[in-house]
């Protein structure tokens, strides 16, 4: 077969490698098992029973219309992120070097980010996107009493809540809250994507359905993107289960639809540079899906390998280089189409390291580290936050966290996918304040947001105007609009919404002529009112 020109040469995700892999090889259960519990993550469609098609209803699109053609890509650096090593501290660097004799980098090795950080001169991409306006940091994040269980800790990230017995994550709450009839009313598109890193919980809703389409790795994203199927029907060895493994396989292609709008964007996108192995072949995929136009809103990617509690020195340089050349291409790409001004990319780990080197050329786990962001989103470079401060360490000798992990989270919820503040603490848990990052909710030109109550939310410009909902059971909404002289210049019919967020758009407001205007929303018969001006 004709081999892709774009992707990494020696990369197995060539045209026809992966199926060719998979008729030499058999395909092996473990991971066929893993891919039918990811796409049945609810349940499977026999007799009466519903099946999860992990997607998103119609609903989903219209309340993230205020977030325009905004993307998150998550990178989660599993294993317990070094920020020391990574934003080395110069402005402090005989603390630091005495405390890490054996890991310390040299000044000589060091490229200068600003008066007070380097990164390690082998770190050439970060130090470019720096340069380039495309890179913040922000430092100390963490959270109180911090758990160094990789498990637990992960856990915590994933679900934002530190108590125990909360198995839902912080996305899958805000998707499953926006969109409680996502079963009954399913999209071709999948909302989320997630390549790698089973186990967490972080899409799965209260009622554990993950809300995201999960593949094990590249490879079986890519067979979906280039087949349309995420499965070769035939090419088993042979076994008396054969037939039976065919036919399973057929049933989840089949059912599996939305697979079809994936392989769409896939034949409609290109990558245009050359991207490295590793955490660079999930990243050329997902460019290419969003530059072929799939509407997923959210992508999380896994890049592992960095519990380094031996060899720190030669391994965590490695991951460094990977994280940073895969960013890099992933930005230089997107960039071809101009895609990249509305794509952010968060990383985060579930702890750091210890400040102390230990005995082995490693560190231990830690506590507090830094979560970076990049894209021209960002506007700008620099680092967020109080310095590292080698000097006022915890009992076990640890970075004290100055940044709770949930502000960054409140953060990206309500400036970069403009959600309103108080669905933004109910996903949280509680009123987390934001930080200034550098991107605002203004994808939809919004001037003006007003607050009207809990139960709604108006946010409009001169072109469109829109109320938020957050309903607290499922009601009957009805809006009419008069100008100032008392008369009725719009009204809406009287829909059911359930229980969740929705969206209200004014209709005809474009066209309205300047002025200003009062408007009553009815929401179950109770009366709740506001105006508005069009300039």
Not at 311 to 332: C, M, N, V, W
């Amino acid at each position: 077969m004709k081999k892709n020109k774009n992707l990494p040469k020696g990369s197995c995700l060539h045209d026809g490698c992966a199926h060719d892999e998979q008729h030499e090889q058999g395909i092996g259960r473990r991971d066929f098992l893993k891919n039918l519990g990811l796409i049945s993550a609810g349940s499977i469609a026999f007799a009466n029973i519903p099946f999860n098609q992990l997607l998103a209803s119609p609903m989903i699109t219209k309340a993230l219309a205020g977030a325009g053609d905004r993307i998150l890509v998550i990178i989660r650096l599993k294993g317990g992120n070094d920020g020391l090593n990574t934003f080395v501290p110069v402005f402090d660097y005989s603390k630091y070097a005495s405390l890490r004799p054996t890991l310390k980098i040299a000044t000589s090795d060091l490229t200068t980010l600003n008066s007070k950080y380097s990164v390690p001169k082998y770190a050439t991409s970060f130090k470019n996107m720096w340069d380039d306006g495309k890179m913040k940091v922000i430092q100390n994040v963490g959270y109180t009493n911090s758990d160094m269980s990789h498990f637990k800790s992960t856990d915590i990230w994933d679900s934002a809540q530190t108590g125990s017995g909360d198995k839902s994550g912080w996305m899958g709450r805000y998707l499953w809250n926006q969109n409680p009839d996502f079963i009954t009313n399913p999209s071709p598109e999948p909302l989320a994507i997630q390549i790698g890193g089973d186990g967490n919980i972080l899409f799965f809703n209260e009622n554990n359905i993950n809300m995201a389409m999960n593949v094990i790795d590249p490879t079986s994203l890519y067979n979906i993107a280039k087949t349309g199927n995420l499965y070769s029907v035939g090419g088993n060895e042979a076994c008396y289960y054969k037939d039976q493994l065919d036919f399973m396989k057929s049933m989840i292609n089949n059912t599996f639809y939305q697979t079809q709008t994936i392989k769409n964007a896939y034949d409609a996108g290109s990558n245009s540079v050359t991207f490295p192995k590793g955490l660079g072949e999930s990243l050329m995929l997902v460019s290419r899906l969003i530059k072929g136009g799939l509407g997923t809103k959210i992508f999380m990617l896994t890049l592992d390998g960095f519990d380094t509690h031996a060899q720190q020195d030669t391994r965590h340089p490695e991951l460094i280089i990977e994280l940073g050349d895969s960013i890099k291409a992933f930005y230089e790409d997107l960039s071809m189409t101009g895609k990249d001004n509305h794509v952010l990319t968060m990383t985060f780990s579930e702890f750091g390291r210890r400040v102390n080197d230990n005995g082995s050329r490693g560190t231990d786990h830690g506590t507090a580290a830094p979560l970076m962001m990049f894209g021209p989103a960002v506007n700008g470079n620099g680092f967020i936050g109080e310095d590292v401060n080698l000097n006022d360490l915890d009992n076990i000798g640890n970075l004290k966290h100055k940044i709770d992990f949930r502000e960054v989270y409140s953060s990206v919820l309500q400036d970069w996918f403009c959600v309103n503040e108080l669905t933004s603490d109910t996903i949280l848990g509680s009123d987390y304040s934001k930080l200034s990052i550098g991107f605002e909710c203004n994808s939809m030109g919004v001037s003006q947001v007003k607050k009207i109550n809990k139960y709604h939310e108006l946010r409009y410009n001169n072109e469109k105007a829109i109320i938020f909902l957050n309903l607290p059971e499922s009601s009957n909404v009805y809006l009419e609009v008069y100008d100032f002289m008392g008369k009725k210049i719009a009204s809406t019919s009287t829909d059911y919404f359930s229980k969740g967020i929705h969206t209200l758009e004014f209709p005809g407001f474009n066209g309205w002529v300047t002025g200003a205007y009062l408007y009553r929303i009815y929401i179950n018969g109770k009366l709740e009112s506001g105006k508005l001006i069009k300039q």
